[in-house]
């Protein structure tokens, strides 16, 4: 089952998207609707809240007939921290509870296509609740055509329409922390098509990825682009969607790879190592790697070992790569201290510190990248690269870490490892 976690800032446009998601086929979970549905009248959720505020505000906040009055506790909690987070305090634990209950049953409906589970939360950002998703799609429009929408549609002044936007996160949060932003600085048909464009092209089918347990398909030869500043925020995400996936058996999760190393021209797949404390381990995990979105990649077992270490057997791991056709991504399982899980982090850390390393290695990936362009696939770009890392990059990244004192991270006894990883030491040459 795929879990959309959707937000937006106040009159962003949200309800336009979690609508027409609805129609589209997906489970809409409204947190706005369960917040209501959680202090209803002689629910336990409304007996906290009036406790929470009785010394007081007292009975200001029910209407005559004991129901909730919104506007005036809305008028009493916002501009006032204090307030605000004794409430959310309340609201929040109970409204998650739920959410998680009509999750539960939603699964009933996914033999029938309902795959796509999309939880409408405007706190998505200042809760924290990022990585419990597949994705997180955020509805985007500029702050004042915000303002102006809530003078026009809710009778706010442009004054109390920034204080509730600024009682939100900013922006730029909410910006960061998306997979997927939608523009509704337009039209609502804009934004409807803009999601139909979405579901189609990237939601219906990880989706279908998720339930048959493959990795989104792959097709084409290598083709470089210019480096993106934003991978490193991708990277940061998916990272900590794997971390939530399996706690107890990662160590760590790093970003490698050439979209690791600012500036570098590369290949637009995320690389990540995920560091466990054996093979078994890897094993263990993988069922839960499938369902965070990352399926395992059949037949790849090893790493072709690279110099000084020749002995292929030193090179197990496993390898998963992303249901989402929208971001691929490579997921390298290394056992810690092992040498290919030394290697990846020996050589992106030499080529974020070393510009000639930068340079040599852009110049021979835009090489055999003009020789397999034509591929179906990327085999032969990697294979080709082989001779380039084994004689030049090898020696002079050991000569580095020498040079520098290098030592790969260290895990403390009582890690995930159960201290069985010990301590990480060694350099590229060990």
């Known amino acids: ?110 033999a029938a296509g309902r795959a796509v589970v999309v939880q409408d939360i405007p706190l998505l950002v200042e809760t924290g609740q990022g990585s419990g998703f597949h994705l997180v799609l955020v509805v985007d429009a500029p702050e004042e055509v915000r303002v102006q929408r809530m003078m026009e549609r809710r009778n706010m002044t442009a004054e109390a329409a920034r204080a509730r936007m600024a009682a939100q996160a900013s922006r730029e949060e909410r910006l960061a922390a998306a997979d997927v932003v939608l523009d509704n600085s337009g039209s609502r048909e804009s934004l409807r098509a803009a999601v139909d464009r979405l579901w189609e092209s990237r939601l219906a089918p990880f989706a279908l990825n998720l339930a048959q347990g493959r990795i989104a398909p792959r097709t084409g030869g290598p083709v470089l682009t210019a480096a993106n500043t934003d991978w490193e925020g991708q990277a940061r995400r998916l990272i900590a969607r794997l971390e939530a996936a399996a706690p107890q058996d990662i160590l760590a999760v790093d970003h490698i790879g050439s979209t690791a190393v600012p500036g570098l021209d590369a290949k637009d797949v995320i690389d990540l190592q995920l560091t466990v404390p054996g093979l078994a381990a890897a094993d263990r995990i993988a069922p ?143």
């Open 1 to 110: 089952m795929l879990k959309i976690g959707l937000t937006g800032g106040i009159a962003a446009g949200k309800s336009v998207v979690a609508s027409r998601l609805r129609e589209l086929g997906a489970v809409l979970v409204d947190a706005d609707a369960l917040a209501r549905e959680v202090v209803e009248p002689g629910t336990p959720g409304l007996a906290q809240v009036v406790d929470a505020f009785g010394g007081e505000i007292g009975d200001g906040i029910l209407t005559a007939d004991g129901g909730l009055d919104r506007a005036r506790l809305g008028a009493l909690v916002f501009g006032n921290p204090e307030r605000l987070a004794v409430l959310n305090s309340i609201i929040h634990p109970l409204v998650r509870e739920r959410a998680a209950a009509l999750i539960r049953a939603a699964r009933v409906d996914t």
């Open 288 to 430: 839960l790697l499938a369902a965070a979105g990352f399926p395992r990649w059949p037949g790849i077992i090893s790493d072709n070992p690279k110099p000084p270490h020749p002995d292929p057997a030193d090179w197990g791991k496993r390898l998963h790569g992303s249901a989402d056709p929208g971001r691929p991504v490579n997921l390298h399982l290394r056992v810690a201290r092992s040498p290919g899980w030394r290697y990846a982090l020996c050589f992106r850390d030499w080529l974020r510190a070393d510009a000639a390393a930068r340079i040599a290695y852009a110049a021979e990936k835009r090489r055999v990248a003009e020789l397999h362009g034509v591929d179906k696939s990327t085999a032969g770009y990697a294979a080709d690269k082989e001779g380039w890392l084994t004689e030049y990059a090898a020696p002079r990244m050991a000569a580095w870490a020498l040079r520098t004192g290098w030592q790969p991270p260290s895990y403390a006894a009582g890690s995930a490892a159960g201290g069985a990883a010990g301590t990480a030491s060694g350099t590229a040459q060990s």
